[in-house]
Every structure is written in C-alpha cells, then in structure tokens.
Nanobody, 123 residues
Framework: VQLQASGGGLVQTGGSLRLSCVAS???????????MGWFRQAPGKERDFVAAISWSGSTVYGDSVKGRFTISRDKAKNTVYLQMNSLKPEDTAVYYC???????????????WGQGTQVTVSS
C-alpha cells in the first residue's frame, strides 16, 4: 500500500491550499475501511495531529486548525483531501497523510504513511 500526498506549496497568510492523498496498491481493504489522517511536522518540532476522517465520514481536528481546515474523502477515487483556509505562518510544515485501523489522533496507531508535502505560509 502506498500513500501519495500532493498539493503543497507557497501561499501568503490568509490564503488557501488543498492537499490530496491518493492510496494505491491493495487499496480496498486498507483505504475503504481505514481511518485516514493528516499530520504535520515543522522543522525541529514533533509530528503533530491535524485531522482524521473515519470510514463513515466522522471527523476530528487538532485544536489549532479547527474552523479553518476540512478533511474529506472520496472512496471512489481512493483519495483523502485536506482543505486549508485562512492559513497562518505557523501552519508552515511538511504535511503527511496516513492510515490507521482505528479512529484516533495518536500517530503511533497509524501504520501507513505518505512521503509528505511541504506547505509554506509567508507573512
């Protein structure tokens, strides 16, 4: 199973980006029944939880992104999205998508990871 994240880039404060994560390989059992999450890691900091979505569409967000970010998934396309609005310089990080068997914000429970995509928000 491979997760391929894309959509990162450079944006000004207040701008928007949409990240995508496409699952390939043995996608049916992994993607359709898994929780999909987004995490981010800024230089010199730990990897932090951003958002997760269950197979049924339930969502949970980290406190710092609530009201600004939206996670969604398209099972037909084996893709999960992260719509990021009202971006701030502190959102600058490498963003990773991941899959887990349970609905959680705990990164240790995520056993499949994408390669990451850089998001840079200029002030």
């Amino acid at each position: 199973v491979q997760l391929q994240a894309s959509g990162g880039g450079l944006v000004q404060t207040g701008g928007s980006l949409r990240l995508s994560c496409v699952a390939s390989g043995r996608t049916f059992s992994i993607f359709s029944n898994s929780v999909m999450g987004w995490f981010r890691q800024a230089p010199g900091k730990e990897r932090d939880f951003v958002a997760a979505i269950s197979w049924s569409g339930s969502t949970v967000y980290g406190d710092s992104v609530k009201g600004r970010f939206t996670i969604s998934r398209d099972k037909a396309k084996n893709t999960v999205y992260l719509q990021m609005n009202s971006l701030k310089p502190e959102d600058t990080a490498v963003y990773y998508c991941a899959a887990a068997p349970i609905f959680t914000h705990d990164l240790l429970q995520y056993n499949y990871w994408g390669q990451g995509t850089q998001v840079t928000v200029s002030s």
